[in-house]
């Protein structure tokens, strides 16, 4: 894995915390949701704890600077508006969060399943997520509760069935 490139703005002080000034703020809240994205991905992790203060996205150690718990949460929050994350828990202090919405990886998995005529068959989640044939796809990899979720999209609008059997999910694709 190759070093992750930190924005510019990793290295700015006030980064790290919230800008008073609205215009500012709302600046500050994209580069924040673009780094949480795009380290998240080169991290290949789609799970973040907002205690987990010794993560690099939240303490940037040459700065001796570190996001505050509030501030994790209201970037969360921004995630969670453009789809790109939900809580796992009431307290909202574990999120999943998706490089993709989940009804942009519902998309990419249905068009995959058309282009191979996979339609009217049942693959397995580790064939979609994991298999040969998805290697250079970006839903390759996804974490298998991230692809449930998406799938879940999918089968609200009849396109799949969700099929689960001891334990462990396939899915029908009409």
Same mark, same amino acid.
């Given at each position: 894995?190759?070093?992750?490139?930190?924005?510019?703005?990793?290295?700015?002080?006030?980064?790290?915390?919230?800008?008073?000034?609205?215009?500012?703020?709302?600046?500050?809240?994209?580069?924040?949701?673009?780094?949480?994205?795009?380290?998240?991905?080169?991290?290949?992790?789609?799970?973040?704890?907002?205690?987990?203060?010794?993560?690099?996205?939240?303490?940037?150690?040459?700065?001796?600077? $570190? =996001?505050?718990? &509030?501030?994790?949460?209201?970037? @969360?929050? %921004?995630?969670?508006? #453009?789809?790109?994350?939900?809580?796992?828990?009431?307290?909202?202090?574990?999120?999943?969060?998706?490089?993709?919405?989940?009804?942009?990886?519902?998309?990419?998995?249905?068009?995959?399943?058309?282009?191979?005529?996979?339609?009217?068959?049942?693959?397995?989640?580790?064939?979609?997520?994991?298999?040969?044939?998805?290697?250079?796809?970006?839903?390759?990899?996804?974490?298998?509760?991230?692809?449930?979720?998406?799938? $879940? =999209?999918?089968? &609200?609008?009849?396109?799949?069935? @969700?099929? %689960?059997?001891?334990? #462990?999910?396939?899915?029908?694709?009409?």
């Amino acid at each position: 894995m190759t070093d992750f490139q930190w924005p510019w703005e990793y290295t700015f002080p006030p980064f790290f915390t919230l800008q008073p000034h609205e215009e500012t703020r709302q600046q500050q809240l994209k580069v924040w949701t673009d780094l949480f994205l795009k380290y998240l991905k080169h991290t290949n992790r789609f799970t973040i704890t907002v205690n987990d203060q010794n993560s690099p996205l939240f303490h940037n150690e040459s700065l001796k600077r $570190r =996001l505050s718990p &509030e501030l994790i949460l209201v970037i @969360l929050g %921004e995630l969670e508006r #453009s789809g790109h994350a939900s809580p796992l828990d009431k307290r909202r202090q574990e999120w999943q969060v998706y490089w993709h919405t989940l009804e942009e990886y519902g998309n990419m998995v249905y068009d995959w399943v058309q282009e191979t005529g996979q339609t009217n068959t049942i693959c397995t989640l580790y064939e979609i997520a994991a298999g040969e044939n998805t290697t250079q796809l970006d839903f390759h990899g996804v974490d298998e509760a991230v692809l449930v979720s998406a799938l $879940r =999209l999918l089968e &609200e609008k009849g396109r799949c069935e @969700l099929i %689960e059997m001891d334990g #462990s999910h396939g899915v029908k694709f009409f």
